[in-house]
T-cell receptor, first 114, second 113 residues
Framework: GENVEQHPSTLSVQEGDSAVIKCTYS??????FPWYKQELGKGPQLIID?????GEKKDQRIAVTLNKTAKHFSLHITETQPEDSAVYFC?????????????FGRGTSLIVHP | EPEVTQTPSHQVTQMGQEVILRCVPI?????FYWYRQILGQKVEFLVS????????KSEIFDDQFSVERPDGSNFTLKIRSTKLEDSAMYFC???????????FGPGTRLTVL
């Protein structure tokens, strides 16, 4: 089955800096890669996603890049703000093996210091 | 904006007791899921449900677990005889089509004493 590795487990930045979270996946058939933000006491909320037919997608201060050859994808947050502090999960999902269930990474705790 | 809701937000129970966690998926969605997250760990898939039957389940989803869609709006997860290790956050999610993005509820924190 799919295996998703996520790094780093904790990321601490100053307000205004950029933050990058990286994930790798194992199943080359995976074709959908969502990123979720989980605030304390809440469920994961989708913030951005990318499909395997594109290499980059941007939405204001966040962007995701995908390298299918290397099987890795990254989340980039620019001009970080204290309210960006949360746990971020990457996931990979696809038709490989017939499963449409996303496999999640272990999460990155992002701390943005004012 | 439509959202997935879950009740209760926190459930405390004694080991060996039965619990039922409730979810109301987004109204026009067709696929429903339960996940759990042990404190500080990643989100783990339990089960998916479509057309009134289980479509996929993980090895975590053993005979102690069951799911049901008792009416047109609710989707429930029952744990028949809770164990200490069942303590976790349980998230419900739903999608309109199988390949669509999953929308998660706020979760139910289950504490087994």
């Amino acid at each position: 089955g799919e295996n998703v590795e996520q790094h780093p487990s904790t990321l601490s930045v100053q307000e205004g800096d950029s933050a990058v979270i990286k994930c790798t996946y194992s199943d080359s058939a995976s074709n959908y890669f969502p990123w979720y933000k989980q605030e304390l006491g809440k469920g994961p909320q989708l913030i951005i996603d990318i499909r395997s037919n594109v290499g980059e997608k941007k939405d204001q201060r966040i962007a995701v890049t995908l390298n299918k050859t290397a099987k890795h994808f990254s989340l980039h947050i620019t001009e970080t703000q204290p309210e960006d502090s949360a746990v971020y999960f990457c996931a990979a999902k696809g038709p490989g093996g017939g499963s449409y269930i996303p496999t999640f990474g272990r999460g990155t705790s992002l701390i943005v210091h004012p | 904006e439509p959202e997935v809701t879950q009740t209760p937000s926190h459930q405390v129970t004694q080991m060996g007791q039965e619990v039922i966690l409730r979810c109301v998926p987004i109204s026009n969605h067709l696929y429903f899921y339960w996940y759990r997250q042990i404190l500080g760990q990643k989100v783990e898939f339990l089960v998916s449900f479509y057309n009134n039957e289980i479509s996929e389940k993980s090895e975590i989803f053993d005979d102690q677990f069951s799911v049901e869609r008792p009416d047109g709006s609710n989707f429930t997860l029952k744990i028949r005889s809770t164990k200490l290790e069942d303590s976790a956050m349980y998230f419900c999610a739903s999608t309109g089509q199988r390949t669509d993005t999953q929308y998660f509820g706020p979760g139910t924190r289950l504490t087994v004493l």
